[in-house]
């Protein structure tokens, strides 16, 4: 399989987003244990010990490769783990959308904006529904490119600071993490 191939030749976050989207969709490509029967098939190959640790990282959901890194930087900085794509509902019980990353715990939510789409009748659908998504009760914020493949430690710190006040709790700070990528 391509997943297996692509191991001697992607870093793990990249290797972990190339499985989000293979189990990811409608009509996944395969599932994580088919994944992981791939990974078993290996053994000592090349690139085995690459599959065995971006396996435990993918998930079903992510609808992207930056929606995927943005996650595993969530991770690697020590805050928890988001529901993705997973359906928001505001006070009354009417649901208002389906964001990126959410914590319904702490009724924070996080969408990932591309930047791709500049024109008004793309923003203005977006804007509404973090209105909407505050109007019911979200803390919610935008992750872009930049934070995904520059720098994403003030996206973040500005997570981590929602999430407490939602109720997270936390020993410590967020740890910066290292971001750039291509």
């Known amino acids: 399989?391509?997943?297996?191939?692509l191991s001697t030749l992607l870093d793990i976050d990249d290797l972990v987003a190339v499985g989000d989207s293979i189990v990811t969709?409608?009509?996944p490509l395969a599932s994580t244990v088919e994944l992981s029967a791939i990974a078993?098939?290996?053994?000592?190959?090349?690139?085995?010990?690459?599959?065995?640790?971006?396996?435990?990282?993918i998930r079903v959901g992510p609808l992207s490769r930056p929606e995927s890194l943005i996650r595993l930087q969530m991770m690697k900085a020590g805050l928890?783990?988001?529901?993705?794509?997973?359906?928001?509902?505001?006070?009354?019980?009417?649901?208002?959308?389906?964001?990126?990353?959410?914590?319904p715990e702490f009724r924070v939510l996080a969408?990932?904006?591309?930047?791709?789409?500049?024109?008004?009748?793309?923003r203005r659908p977006d804007?509404?529904?973090?209105?909407?998504?505050?109007?019911?009760?979200?803390?919610?914020l935008v992750a872009y490119a930049t934070d995904a493949f520059t720098d994403p430690n003030a996206f973040l710190q500005r997570l981590a600071r929602r999430l407490r006040t939602g109720g997270w709790?936390?020993?410590?700070?967020?740890?910066?993490?290292a971001g750039a990528r291509r």
């Open 127 to 140: 804007r509404e529904r973090m209105e909407l998504y505050a109007d019911g009760g979200w803390a919610g």
């Open 1 to 5: 399989m391509v997943w297996a191939q």
């Open 25 to 27: 969709g409608v009509e």
């Open 80 to 103: 928890p783990e988001p529901a993705l794509n997973v359906a928001v509902n505001d006070q009354r019980g009417d649901r208002i959308g389906e964001p990126d990353f959410c914590w």
């Open 40 to 57: 078993a098939l290996c053994g000592g190959r090349r690139g085995a010990l690459a599959l065995r640790e971006a396996l435990p990282l």
């Open 111 to 122: 969408e990932y904006d591309s930047e791709r789409f500049h024109g008004e009748s793309r």
């Open 169 to 177: 709790q936390s020993d410590s700070e967020p740890w910066r993490i």
